[in-house]
Every structure is written in C-alpha cells, then in structure tokens.
C-alpha cells in the first residue's frame, strides 16, 4: 500500500474527483499491462458514515523517466482498463476516466477520531486468503434444429488476458457489500483453449486469488475489505441444466453465415453481476466483467446446420454475450 496525496480532490452535489498525478506513482505499485488499483475511504463526519471502494485504472502514454530524483510523467495518464483494452493512448484516455458509485453506511466506533489529525498509525494487514471459481464467458451453442447435430462453441483465456472482479468491504464483521472491483491480468505464464463444446448452456470459469484485510487505526478497525489479487491458474467448465437465452430477434441477430469459425475479439465487455463465487466466505457473490481482445475471445463453429448468431443486447459483434443458432431460424420469427 503506498498513501498517496489527497490535495486533487472536488465535489459537485453527491459527485466527488479524485486526481492521481501518475508521477506519484513508483514503477514498483505498477502492475501487469500498467495496471494500478487505487483505494478510496471516504467519510462523512456529520452523519457518521463511512464507505470504501477501489478501482483499477491503466497507465497509458509513451514512456517516462521515473526515479527518486527526477520522475516525469506528463506524456502519461490514466485508462479505464475496461474501456481502454491493453493498447490504449493517452489521447483516448481522457474520455475513458473510470467511475465508481460508492454508498456510505454507519461508520465503525472510532472512526471518526481515526480520520482526525492523530499521531497514531492505520495499517492494512493481510489476515487471510481463499480462492474463488469465477464465471468469465457464457456459450450457447445452436440446437439442432433441421439437423442432427448442435453447433461448437470455445473460448481462449490466454497469457496477459485481463479480468476484472468485484470486491467486497464490512464494517462491522458479519454484513458484507459489493464496493468496486480490481483488474487482473493473468500472469501465471498459461494459455488455455476450451476444446469445442455442444452442451445448450455452458459457463467458463478462472479460478482468482482472493487476499482479506484489515484496515485499523489506533488499534480500532475500521473495515475487513476482501479483493482479488491473481489468478491460480486454475480454470473449468459448468455446463449448466437451465434452458439457454431466447434473444431471436432481426435486430440482434446475424443470419445465413457461410461456415467457417466466428471469434469474437471486440464489442461490449462481458460481465456477470454474480460471476465470482465466494458468498461460502463473504455470504454475497461478486461481479466479473472481461474485455473482448485477441487474447480472450469466444468462438462458433459456423456451418449449414448451424448458421446464425444473435447477441443479448445487440448483433453479435457489439453484443456482451453470443447465442448461435440452427439454420432457417429467421423463418420462425
């Protein structure tokens, strides 16, 4: 944990900025793909109510001299690492500032004297770990329809591949809630290819390392805060029993593809509000959202069997989440 200035700060109504000069910022905080987690506390001494969020922000821009007695960092900025991919500019930077909502709750006994001007130390102390399966893609391979056989579908989650997972902050102990999230980049040097599935509705899942803290001050704590911190390495498949999506539509749909393979590399981030399952530890489950790129993609085996894709919200290529379907389908609209 590195403390950092607290003098770039506005607010307008409920809205508050935070400003992080990158140049406060040591090489040795910048992870993977220039990726930082930054942490917030924020309270409120009228009503007593606390919150704490983090979120990841990218260090974008051409290079910098950073050292101890020279650090220039104007040709640099921050990204949403959602929204900027793993090859953002500075110059695309500035529309894609990251925003989180935060909700202030009743703050823990002695709070407030621990934001107060004191002499005594807060410290984060790591006091445990767990590992969580998480859910970072969904396939809905088409059925057969006027054929015999259903439609393939596979995803990649290669080397550098970045997700983004929700955390969770208490203050009292026991009522835990969703505050913010952390990207992580896989790092553990594997890449993985999910052979072709036919299963009606399947979830991919990456197993993440979770990290809990406690954050005190004088001795008195004022949170319990549980982020991710890596994955193991560890991945698996959950063909579940449900009956698949019905998101048939001419406006979301994309019919009468030649065969070939369809691999989706760009478009709307896939997320899952409850993808990462760790309520056995917290009680509630938390988000996952993953950027489309070259290195984390979803693919269909397209043939005259199996013809058309629709997307959840959108045609396939702007859409979160991908369905194929058997050939004729437009007929039954």
């Known amino acids: 944990m590195l403390n950092l200035p607290t003098t770039g700060i506005s607010t307008n109504g409920n809205s508050f900025t935070v400003a992080v000069d990158p140049a406060d910022v040591p090489d040795s905080y910048i992870g993977t793909n220039g990726l930082v987690s930054l942490e917030l506390q924020v309270y409120d001494p009228k009503s007593d109510a606390y919150a704490w969020t983090t979120q990841s922000v990218r260090l974008v821009g051409e290079a910098a001299t950073r050292s101890a007695s020279a650090r220039s960092a104007s040709a640099r900025s921050w990204a949403n690492p959602i929204a900027s991919g793993q090859a953002a500019t500075a110059l695309s930077a500035a529309s894609q500032t990251p925003m989180v909502k935060v909700h202030l709750s009743k703050a823990a006994k002695g709070t407030k004297t621990a934001f107060a001007p ?8 790591k006091i445990g770990q767990n590992d969580a399966w998480a859910t970072i893609g969904e396939g809905y391979p088409a059925a057969p329809g006027y054929g015999t056989t259903r439609g393939k579908v596979w995803m990649t989650h290669n080397d550098g591949a970045e997700i983004t997972y929700g955390a969770g ?26 052979d072709a599935d036919t299963n009606p509705t399947i979830s991919y899942r990456a197993e993440v390392r979770y990290y809990k803290y406690k954050y005190d001050c004088g001795g008195v704590i004022i949170n319990r805060k549980v982020k991710a911190v890596s994955e193991t390495g560890g991945v698996k498949t959950i063909h579940t029993n449900g009956l698949p999506p019905n998101w048939l539509s001419r406006a979301k749909c994309a019919f009468d593809m030649p065969a070939g393979t369809w691999t989706k590399t760009t478009g709307k981030s896939y997320s899952n509000s409850g993808g990462v399952k760790i ?3 917290i009680g509630i489950e938390l988000s996952t959202t993953r950027a489309y790129t070259s290195g984390s993609t979803l693919s269909y ?4 069997g199996h013809d058309s894709l629709c997307g959840n919200s959108d045609k396939p290529n702007y859409a979160s989440k991908v369905q194929q379907y058997y050939n004729r389908i437009q007929e039954e609209l």
């Open 118 to 125: 004191r002499a005594d130390t807060c410290r984060t102390t």
């Open 169 to 194: 902050v208490t203050t009292d102990g026991t009522k835990w809630s969703a505050s913010g999230s952390s990207s992580v980049a896989n790092t553990k040097g594997f890449d993985f290819v999910w």
């Open 279 to 281: 309520s056995s530890v």
């Open 301 to 304: 085996k397209m043939d005259a």
